[in-house]
């Protein structure tokens, strides 16, 4: 699949990660990030980036489709579908631009997709930690996030 160093270099924007659902987060992704790859890459000469940026608007385009027609119900599923498209995009490229764009893209959309999984589950934490007093014990739970509570053993 995708190797750790296009993960290491995902940097999928701080309000797509904030959003509340994952349409709203890849709409964010596809303005914020994508397209503004694909921006910067218009004028120039060099032919890497001319590509890159090309490949960039295209699955900017791919993402407002999904994010814009797709129901609730099959959101999570397209996305994902697209996610398996970059990664076959990323095994079948001919060149560094094809292989990169794809490789980012994919590691950054996987990170979005993580996030909002409906079927993942819950983070575990002991049941000594809600009945602590400290602050920084307290505060290192997240309003609004469901926990799994476990008993020490």
Not at 48 to 53: H, K, L, P, S, V
């Amino acid at each position: 699949m995708i190797t750790e160093i296009y993960l290491q270099k995902a940097a999928v924007p701080r309000r797509a990660l904030a959003a509340t659902t994952l349409r709203e987060a890849m709409g964010i992704w596809g303005t914020e990030r994508l397209l503004s790859i694909a921006k910067s890459c218009e004028n120039t000469e060099d032919t890497y980036r001319i590509e890159y940026g090309r490949i960039h608007k295209r699955y900017a385009n791919i993402t407002f489709l999904i994010s814009e027609t797709m129901t609730e119900q099959n959101l999570q599923y397209t996305a994902e579908t697209l996610l398996h498209w970059l990664v076959e995009d990323f095994k079948d490229a001919h060149t560094g631009a094809q292989k990169d764009a794809a490789g980012i893209c994919a590691a950054e959309l996987r990170v979005l997709i993580d996030k909002f999984r409906k079927d993942a589950d819950p983070p575990i934490i002991k049941g000594d930690t809600l009945k602590s007093r400290s602050p920084t014990m307290r505060s290192s739970l997240k309003r609004g996030t469901q926990y799994r509570i476990v008993e020490d053993e």
